[in-house]
């Protein structure tokens, strides 16, 4: 029995010890997303009138990787070289905090963490093991490290003010890249309301509601249930609207999207969706959300990944981007591109290509730079908490 015993002690600790001493094992390297798109296509030739654009996509996942988002990579899609030599100027950084294992379907249980075993794999702070909230604050620590190792290329945007200066001072090709923190779903605030706070001083300024699953906040647009906003759900949303962190739908279900513009005048967005009239799938906004969101002065990002656009080219992110031109207009569609998760139909160096489609689809110059960029600066000019705000 002792020697039970003292095995029961000592297996664990040497394992400890064995993985103490091993390197990450840089997990991006076996799930490699550029793998599927054809960099044959690529170009950097962008439509003459349209080279001074800034660019702005709202949702990449670089932060989830074991490597600075500052130093060039040939991983993934996006790092700052990557995304500056294509006149990204604006970039929102997700972090992702919990993914279940069935990422796909329709109806999806809340079972599995994947999250967890790229942090155990990648060695991520041992705090991050157990605790959604740690996830949440070693990503933003990542971005913060990564811009302050960037001689100013890098910006994280704190406040309407920091966003205006910094598209002052872009420059094609040069940058800076600005950059802005938000979460994917709100399991970082480990459903204690309270905790916003905590999430928003440390940077992030945008939450999403849910995720792959139905939570005690809200129902997922791909949950068992998708029901609207719980009590808690929309407690939530008071603490976010009163500190000033924006409201991000992707994921929602549609009745919590209705819950919440039902509790606020604020503008939300999207930050990476598809539209269910060109990809019926439950994850995608029906027609009459996206009428409700456009009402509002919010943005419809679309993504670039098959779940989005149930498709692998160009031309089927430029159907959903027409789809909503047609049906609201283009002030309020733009792009949630996805870097770095999945396979997508199109890397950051075909955004001229996409830009390009656009304008062959009968699409104003006016308009492509609605959708390439200026549709999500103006709504984060809009709704970024402003300099002198206090969080109360
Ligand atoms: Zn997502």
Known sequence: MKKIMLALIAIPIFLGA?????????????????????????????????????????????????????????????DLHRLVDVNVGLQVFMSVVEAPNDVDSDSIKQEGDQIRAVALLDKWPYQTLGSYKQRALYHASKLFKAAESSNGKLRVLLSKEDLATGMQNWQVKEGPLLSILGMEGAHATEFNVENVEALFDAGFRSMGLAHYSDTEFAGSSSGIEKHGLTNKGKALIKKMTAIGMIVDVAHLSNQGIEDVLDMTEKPVYSSHTGVYATCSKARNLPDSMIKKIAQREGVIGIGFFEGAICGNALEDIVRAIKHVRDLVGSEYVGLGSGWDVASLAITPTELPDLAQALLDQGFSEKEVRDVMGRNITRFFLENLPSKEYKSI
């Open 18 to 78: 064995m993985y103490s001493f091993l390197p990450p094992i840089n997990v991006e390297k076996f799930v490699d997303p550029t793998a599927a798109t054809d960099d044959s296509a690529n170009t950097i030739a962008a439509p003459y009138s349209l080279r001074d654009l800034l660019v702005a996509d709202m949702h990449a996942d670089t932060l989830l990787w074991n490597r600075s988002i500052a130093e060039p990579s040939e991983l993934g899609h996006a």
